[in-house]
């Protein structure tokens, strides 16, 4: 399942929820705000997403994943609002019975996510401005 | 002519001003609701660039729209 937050990330209450007495392993992606992108000293980001849109596309690419590399339990959480510097901005989590399964699950969820869902980040920079960013993967796979 | 309620999100919003708005126009498919709206989300973007939802539901652009539906126009998005 997939679910946004307004409230601070915890890795550490996440990774609990996925413990499986199947499982032999666990792999996690944590995403942080970084001070920095294209040359720009970045102060905070701010993140705006559509929940039930989101929830839904969350909800199609673990089934997606699941199928691909079929593993036990995953979760991933998607916080919205204003976030500082080393925040943690998105988790994934992926349960399962072989480490190849999770690494692999964990990946494929991450990277689908960024350019799936109806998330968008603004940064602001330090200089006072400020500005959305665009999925590069977007515009490298767009047509027309 | 159909009636369509159109939400922006993002810059989108940002752009037009405004969350929604419900209007009367002649459209077939998601993209002619994009392209008819285009002075007010004022994307220089193609419609391929964004993400378009119908309904609350994931859509193509090429997707039709009808009388009623709610079309969400979603600018290049960036997650995580």
Not at chain 1, 33 to 60: D, F, I, K, S
Request: aromatic letters at 8%.
């Amino acid at each position: 399942m997939l679910r946004m937050t307004t409230d601070a990330i915890d890795p550490d209450v996440l990774r609990r929820e996925l413990f499986d007495p199947a499982a032999g392993g666990y792999c996690a992606f944590e995403g942080w705000v970084r001070n920095e992108n294209e040359g720009h000293e970045v102060l905070r980001l701010e993140y705006e997403g559509y929940e039930p849109v989101a929830v839904a596309e969350g909800r199609t690419i673990l089934a997606e994943a699941a199928e691909k590399f079929p593993y036990l339990s995953a979760h991933c959480v998607h916080r919205t609002g204003m976030l500082e510097i080393g925040d943690c901005a998105v988790w994934v989590g992926v349960a399962s019975a072989h480490r190849d399964e999770a690494f692999k699950a964990c990946r494929y969820i991450i990277d689908e996510l960024k350019h799936r869902l109806p998330i968008w980040k603004k940064e602001h920079y330090t200089n006072g401005d400020s500005g959305w960013v665009s999925c590069e993967r977007c515009a490298e796979h767009a047509h027309g | 002519m159909k009636t369509i309620t159109v939400r922006y999100f993002a810059m989108f919003r940002e752009h037009a001003g405004i969350e929604e708005e419900t209007l009367s126009l002649d459209a077939a498919t998601a993209a002619d609701v994009f392209e008819h709206t285009r002075s007010r989300h004022r994307s220089s973007e193609p419609a391929g660039h964004c993400k378009v939802a119908i309904n609350d539901e994931m859509a193509d652009w090429a997707s039709p729209v009808r009388d009623g539906d709610t079309v969400l126009l979603f600018p290049p998005v960036a997650g995580g």
